[in-house]
């Protein structure tokens, strides 16, 4: 669980634009939302693909951009358990949904992104959270300079199979730290051959009713990413796809990735043939 990292240092005028930016009955409106009903409220194209219902589509929308954003709409919890409520604390508002893996980042994407100025293609997926993502299937009308997603807890970036130097060095210019991670969609988009982010959005107690963000939070890693953005918009970033998760072409220094993998590995396992909705995960 990543500690709450306070934002009294960073620069308030962005943080002030990006809180204005923050609406709080959209994001309720997208926790709560069923996943089928997004395309449609969203305009987006729905593309079936070769997978078992629920996970057999994935919801597209071109918006002319060079950066293509993603989300999963899936989550642990079911449906009745998504409600999304606020709290003022002394240590900052903070947000209660058991869906905020990941409907925070669908929120951030299809509403916060716009409002602030950031244009990105929309790829919403299904099935992260058994690992079968549809992000696999996803064939792009065109090329993209790189990609983001925005499905991960705590404050900092992780790239999975997409992370080397230069990636690091980009993100930490933003002041955003670079951490270690398992997987998301990203890592099933090295076909597109460009490098991708999972950038953080707060949110702790994941994969659980008592899932939270402290609003603080939020607003500090989006202040981050949109200097990213700015940074590095209308830069190609190229990737060498890597195969990521076969373990016999990693090295010892890639030991904290085979951990993190296999418990990811026997969670997903373990969960896909037990039910443990509304609550933490085994492990």
């Not at 925005?150 to 980009?170: A, H, N, P, S």
């Not at 939270?212 to 949109?226: G, W």
Request: proline fraction near 4%; charged fraction near 25%; glycine fraction near 8%.
């Amino acid at each position: 669980m990543h500690s709450h990292q306070h934002s009294s240092n960073a620069p308030q005028t962005g943080l002030d634009r990006i809180g204005s930016a923050f609406d709080r009955k959209t994001l309720r409106r997208i926790c709560q939302l069923p996943e089928r009903a997004f395309p449609k409220a969203f305009k987006l194209d729905r593309q079936r693909v070769a997978q078992k219902a629920p996970a057999d589509w994935y919801a597209y929308r071109d918006n002319g951009s060079s950066v293509l954003a993603v989300a999963h709409l899936d989550t642990v919890v079911r449906p009745d358990q998504r409600q999304c409520e606020y709290i003022k604390t002394a240590g900052g508002e903070i947000v209660y949904s058991g869906a905020l893996d990941d409907r925070l980042g669908a929120y951030v994407i299809l509403d916060m992104l716009p409002k602030l100025g950031v244009n990105v293609d929309v790829l919403l997926t299904t099935g992260e959270e058994t690992g079968e993502s549809t992000a696999a299937f996803f064939q792009p009308p065109k090329d993209y300079n790189w990609v983001i997603e925005f499905d991960r807890g705590g404050t900092d970036v992780v790239m999975y199979q997409y992370d080397d130097m230069e990636t690091t060095e980009l993100v930490e210019m933003t002041g955003a730290d670079v951490g270690v991670g398992t997987f998301s969609d990203i890592a099933f988009l090295e076909h597109l051959g460009v490098k991708a982010f999972n950038w953080g959005v707060g949110y702790q107690d994941y994969h659980s009713v008592r899932s939270h963000a402290y609003l603080d939070d939020l607003f500090l890693m989006l202040d981050h990413f949109l200097d990213f953005h700015d940074a590095n918009a209308d830069t190609v970033l190229p990737h060498v796809e890597t195969h990521y998760g076969e373990w016999s072409e990693w090295t010892a220094d890639d030991g904290q990735r085979v951990t993190d993998e296999c418990a990811e590995y026997f969670w997903r396992h373990d969960y896909a043939a037990h039910d443990y909705s509304g609550h933490d995960h085994p492990y």
